[in-house]
């Protein structure tokens, strides 16, 4: 990969960190990113949270601007909301150059998500490439590649001051109202406070709240002993578990996942797969496409699968 990307102008630093499903990107991309002179500081591989926090902190704590992170887990979501819990950190989990142009110019963000399951090493260079070299309020995609007008320019240059002063502790103020721990401490959970969740109709027990219409992610609950019967989507699908314990059986390749608190599971495109609630559970999830669902068998054969194999 060496030689994809130009030198960079200005000397950088690039604090990096993985999950297990981004570790091998994040490698490709530490070496790349050393071949060209930026010093890498690789804080290793962890669970995705812990990946993301970590370098969200030591940007954040950072008194130099030049100094910016590098995340990889399996769809570059979770690093990222979790690096994004840091003041100063805007982390934006980019999939094509296009996303990387935009996010600079329009939010001057100073960590790059990627994702291991989805972008090769070859294609992250040039997401990085395009990333690293776009400056705040350049021409972009979102701006139809012409100079931002002369209002949101000045928007965009206010908006520096006020972003970084959201996070910032407000310990002293007599009017700041104390936030549950456990929610507080969670990036993904944060997304369902407040939120009302819809009833899903076919499947007893499950309840959802979109976050993002297309591709799809929602926060999925569903009551313990539930059962989703045997179905399958259109697109493929990532989860991590935020709250419970599930089984998920992939019909498909005959393979069975039981999944707590943290763990991550990808289910290809068209896999039928039946899943069983052993506690109230809770979940986010994210499509490759607007989400839709097809059953492949009722709930009365999918409890008598599930009571038969137990």
Not at 173 to 182: A, L, P, W
Request: glycine share 8%; with cysteine.
């Amino acid at each position: 990969m060496a030689g994809a990307v130009s030198a960079v102008d200005q000397p950088l630093k690039i604090i990096t960190g993985a999950d297990d499903f981004g570790a091998s990107l994040k490698d490709a991309m530490v070496s790349h990113l050393r071949s060209l002179g930026i010093d890498v500081e690789d804080t290793g591989v962890s669970s995705y949270y812990s990946a993301g926090s970590e370098v969200g902190r030591r940007v954040s704590a950072s008194s130099s601007s030049e100094v910016r992170g590098l995340v990889c887990c399996g769809t570059g979501v979770g690093v990222a909301m979790f690096a994004n819990k840091f003041p100063g950190v805007y982390a934006a989990t980019c999939l094509s150059v296009e996303d990387a142009v935009n996010a600079r110019s329009i939010s001057n963000c100073n960590v790059l998500a990627l994702s291991g399951i989805k972008t090769s090493p070859e294609t992250a260079v040039k997401i990085f490439d395009a990333w690293i070299k776009t400056p705040f309020k350049s021409p972009c995609p979102a701006s139809g590649s012409e100079p931002w007008s002369s209002d949101i320019s000045s928007f965009l240059d206010n908006s520096l001051s006020e972003m970084v002063e959201i996070g910032k502790s407000t310990t002293g103020d007599s009017t700041t109202k104390k936030i549950d721990e456990t929610t507080a401490s969670c990036a993904i959970c944060c997304l369902a406070k407040n939120r009302e969740f819809t009833p899903v109709d076919i499947m007893p027990g499950g309840s959802m709240k979109i976050v993002r219409e297309t591709p799809t992610s929602a926060i999925v609950r569903f009551k313990a002993g539930s059962v989703e019967p045997a179905h399958h989507h259109t697109f493929g699908h990532d989860l991590v578990v935020i709250k419970g314990k599930k089984s998920v059986w992939n019909l498909s390749k005959k393979e069975r996942a039981d999944l707590i608190v943290g763990d991550y599971l990808f289910t290809p495109a068209g896999d039928v797969h039946r899943v069983k609630y052993h506690e109230d559970t809770e979940f986010f999830i994210t499509w490759d496409g607007h989400w839709d669902i097809f059953l492949d068998e009722d709930l009365e054969t999918a409890e008598k699968a599930i009571e038969e194999e137990a």
